[in-house]
Nanobody, 124 residues
Framework: QVQLVESGGGVVQAGGSLRLSCAAS????????MGWFRQAPGKEREFVAG????????SYADSVKGRFTISKDNAKNTVYLQMNSLRPEDTAHYYC????WGTGSSTANRYDYWGQGTQVAVSS
């Protein structure tokens, strides 16, 4: 069993930066592919970024490419989402998700574990 706890959300002006963290409890974090998803009010949950279990393959939604970076620190059992050049449309509740031996898929139902999320609000 893996528990995921996100942190780092907040309110930021457009053009600013935030770094989200997702701390995992449990064993074998190094075997987990991780993803970040977000959901804005009235909208469907959408994929943001993913990283495979080995950390060598990363993928991003087109809307965040070049602005967001996902990374994984197995020693700290933590996955990060560095968000730069934030836009008002990035405002959402951000969730991390994990799947053992995962590829960092963009498909939400591939993931077995989810955190409670952290809120990000970008003001214009």
């Amino acid at each position: 069993q893996v528990q995921l706890v996100e942190s780092g959300g907040g309110v930021v002006q457009a053009g600013g930066s935030l770094r989200l963290s997702c701390a995992a409890s449990g064993r074998a974090f190094s075997t987990y592919g991780m993803g970040w998803f977000r959901q804005a009010p009235g909208k469907e949950r959408e994929f943001v970024a993913g990283i495979n279990w080995a950390g060598g393959i990363k993928s991003y939604a087109d809307s965040v490419k070049g602005r967001f970076t996902i990374s994984k620190d197995n020693a700290k059992n933590t996955v990060y989402l560095q968000m730069n050049s934030l836009r008002p449309e990035d405002t959402a509740h951000y969730y991390c998700a994990g799947q053992q031996w995962g590829t960092g898929s963009s498909t939400a139902n591939r993931y077995d574990y989810w955190g409670q999320g952290t809120q990000v609000a970008v003001s214009s």
